[in-house]
Nanobody, 116 residues
Framework: QVQLVESGGGLVQAGGSLRLSCAAS????????MGWFRQAPGKEREFVAA????????YYTTSVADRFTISRDNAKNTVYLQMNSLKPEDTAVYYC?????????WGKGTLVTVSS
């Protein structure tokens, strides 16, 4: 079992930045590719970014590819999402999970609100 706790969300103006963190506990973190996902009001949860176990290979949804950076620190069992040039359409609850996601591992997420 893996427990995931997201943090770092908040209210930011358009063009601003935030850094999200996801602390993992339980099974060996290094064994998993990890991802960030988000759910905007009234929409389904969607994939945002993923990072492979080696911490080198990363993948992004098109809308964030030039603005967000995913990274991980396997020694700290933590995955990060650096979000720059935020837009109002980035407003959502952000979740981390394994990639592909495991339905048993969803946490509470962290809310990101981008004002125009």
């Amino acid at each position: 079992q893996v427990q995931l706790v997201e943090s770092g969300g908040g209210l930011v103006q358009a063009g601003g930045s935030l850094r999200l963190s996801c602390a993992a506990s339980g099974r060996t973190f290094n064994n998993y590719a990890m991802g960030w996902f988000r759910q905007a009001p009234g929409k389904e949860r969607e994939f945002v970014a993923a990072i492979m176990r080696n911490g080198v290979n990363t993948y992004y949804t098109t809308s964030v590819a030039d603005r967000f950076t995913i990274s991980r620190d396997n020694a700290k069992n933590t995955v990060y999402l650096q979000m720059n040039s935020l837009k109002p359409e980035d407003t959502a609850v952000y979740y981390c999970n394994t990639e592909p996601p495991n339905t048993n591992y969803w946490g509470k997420g962290t809310l990101v609100t981008v004002s125009s």
